[in-house]
């Protein structure tokens, strides 16, 4: 590679990651919290799963439940689980037979609890692991900006990657293994840059990929269907198995009432090894009413194995839309797959640590190029109106950044006494603690200071995490874990040995510099 080009590519390479990483940090930091999202969830509530991932063996009880409420003949009905959290989701249409009197007959979208058969809005079963995992696309900030802004953050990332990529190429095997910890700072700065991005190279790729592909792809749909479709969205979307197929409403009663944990057990019995996720009935009641089943194999049986059936109850017809033992489509591999490796929840706990780890690492790496960019604008020959800017530009993204571990362990704390609490309660209490004490840190104006202020504070509330959940509930991460309760007593374990290392690097930072 000529000098022209290398040094294109690594005007490219500094640019785009230092224009995007605060976002990208904050992406990567709560996304690396985020695969932990269903524990976070359990922990928050002290309610383990019943299933993973996965409707409860009985929906009849469910549905008694909310036909005594809501009436539910003539309605459109979907019972989800996104997650593997004990609450179902509940979507009603509007009632199809106008001549019912209900006072409910609008319609509705809850989440049931299927063994306390207590409802919450989405506001009001909000909690801090949706936050975390919300936070890491940035709704949060004035959406959609927000949304659309993590896409392209993806994007330049993907462009970071790549470009760092080209200008270490014919060195990054040896530079992987050169680390000088007792060198000058920028040295050390670079040595852990190259190291841990080498380390997390198909990590990032990966997210990078998937990421720009989630947030931007309704970017490319819309073109897309005005090319290919002539404007007409409608059709995209059945081609991409999108869209709900319609089914007549005949305004006739069924003879008898659906027993539909029978059919949801023969499902079970002729596709062993599924897990059904989202049940649609379709016409309640009506005798033109259908029963949609839809779920996959178990991610250790086949990695991408969906699979849907309809049901006719009236004739106990069934057909089979896709056969999660036959051979997968292109549309069904490139949608799941995007899924499966963004989120990294086919590996159970083992691949989501090291998801978590190599979250973390990114996030290490984005840290060292801010403290390169600055060390290497940080000479005699600059100016000191502007190495005045430059400091304050860095010390700036440190304090917004670093500051997040500490925020979030107190939220942690905060959450488990406060609870139930709302989203907007949580927006602010998050959003602002995490504004002061990125403020704090700006006005310090030390930036060895920043980072032994997270890091020990970090430390101290996550210790405090495990406590809290002991003194809200009586039991500790080792009662749970002998109940079987095991995702709230890893979120307990998590945080002890997570506080552990941070501290432990807060010594090892003090030593260094005493």
């Known amino acids: 590679m000529g000098n022209r080009l290398y040094n294109l590519f690594f005007s490219l390479h500094t640019v785009s990651g230092i224009v995007i990483s605060v976002a990208l940090y904050i992406i990567f930091f709560a996304g690396s919290f985020s695969f932990f999202r269903d524990d976070i969830i359990a922990w928050e509530r002290n309610q383990n799963a019943l299933t993973n991932d996965n409707l409860p063996a009985q929906i009849d009880p469910i549905l008694d439940s909310l036909n005594s409420r809501y009436n539910l003949n003539s309605r459109d009905i979907t019972l989800k689980t996104y997650y593997a959290e004990r609450r179902v989701s509940i979507s009603l249409t509007a009632q199809k037979d106008t001549l019912l009197k209900n006072p409910d007959a609008g319609a509705h979208f809850?989440?049931?609890?299927?063994?306390?058969?207590?409802?919450?809005?989405?506001?009001?079963?909000?909690?801090?692991?949706?936050?975390?995992?919300?936070?890491?696309?940035?709704?949060?900030?004035?959406?959609?900006?927000?949304?659309?802004?993590?896409?392209?953050?993806?994007?330049?990332?993907?462009?970071?990657?790549?470009?760092?990529?080209?200008?270490?190429?014919?060195?990054?095997?040896?530079?992987?293994?050169?680390?000088?910890?007792?060198?000058?700072?920028?040295?050390?700065?670079?040595?852990?840059?190259?190291?841990?991005?080498?380390?997390?190279?198909?990590?990032?790729f990966v997210l990078a990929v998937t990421g720009t592909f989630f947030m931007l792809k309704i970017l490319l749909l819309t073109p897309a269907a005005i090319a290919l479709y002539g404007g007409d969205e409608q059709k995209i979307y059945e081609e991409l198995e999108y869209d709900t197929p319609a089914f007549e409403f005949t305004n006739q009663?069924?003879?008898?009432?659906?027993?539909?944990?029978?059919?949801?057990?023969?499902?079970?019995?002729?596709?062993?090894?599924?897990?059904?996720?989202?049940?649609?009935?379709?016409?309640?009641?009506?005798?033109?009413?259908?029963?949609?089943?839809?779920?996959?194999?178990?991610?250790?049986?086949?990695?991408?194995?969906?699979?849907e059936l309809r049901y006719r109850v009236a004739t106990g017809e069934t057909t089979i839309i896709k056969n999660p033992y036959a051979n997968t489509s292109y549309l069904d591999s490139v949608k799941n797959i995007m899924y499966r490796l963004h989120f990294g929840d086919y590996g159970g706990y083992l691949l989501r640590i090291i998801s978590f780890l190599l979250g973390i690492i990114t996030c290490v790496v984005i840290i060292s190029g801010v403290m390169i960019w600055l060390l290497a604008r940080d000479k005699k020959n600059v100016s000191l109106k502007k190495q005045k800017f430059y400091r304050r530009v860095a010390l700036s993204y440190l304090a917004i950044c670093l500051s997040m571990y500490p925020v979030t362990a107190l939220s942690f704390v905060v959450v488990k006494f406060a609870y139930p609490y709302n989203e907007t309660s949580l927006y602010w209490f998050y959003l602002g603690i995490w504004a002061l004490a990125s403020l704090y840190l700006i006005l310090k104006k030390n930036r060895t200071y920043c980072i032994k202020f997270s890091l020990l504070w970090g430390s101290i509330l996550g210790f405090l995490v495990p406590i809290a959940n002991y003194i809200i509930t009586g039991t500790g991460f080792w009662k749970n874990y002998a109940a079987a309760n095991y995702q709230i007593a890893f979120v307990d374990l998590f945080w002890m040995v997570l506080a552990t290392c941070t501290l432990f690097a807060f010594f090892k930072i003090k030593r260094s510099n005493s």
């Not at 949060?140 to 990657?161: D, E, K, M, R």
């Open 253 to 307: 009663k069924l003879a008898r009432k659906p027993e539909l944990d029978l059919v949801l057990k023969n499902t079970r019995a002729d596709w062993p090894d599924f897990n059904i996720n989202e049940v649609i009935l379709n016409n309640y009641g009506d005798t033109n009413m259908y029963v949609t089943i839809k779920g996959q194999q178990n991610y250790s049986t086949k990695f991408n194995a969906p699979g």
């Open 110 to 204: 809850f989440y049931l609890d299927p063994l306390e058969f207590t409802e919450q809005t989405y506001t009001e079963s909000y909690t801090l692991g949706e936050f975390l995992y919300r936070l890491h696309f940035l709704t949060q900030f004035f959406y959609p900006v927000g949304y659309y802004v993590s896409g392209f953050v993806a994007f330049f990332f993907l462009i970071a990657i790549l470009t760092g990529l080209l200008i270490h190429w014919k060195k990054i095997i040896s530079n992987f293994y050169t680390f000088r910890p007792w060198a000058k700072l920028k040295t050390l700065w670079t040595d852990a840059h190259t190291a841990l991005g080498f380390i997390g190279l198909p990590f990032q």
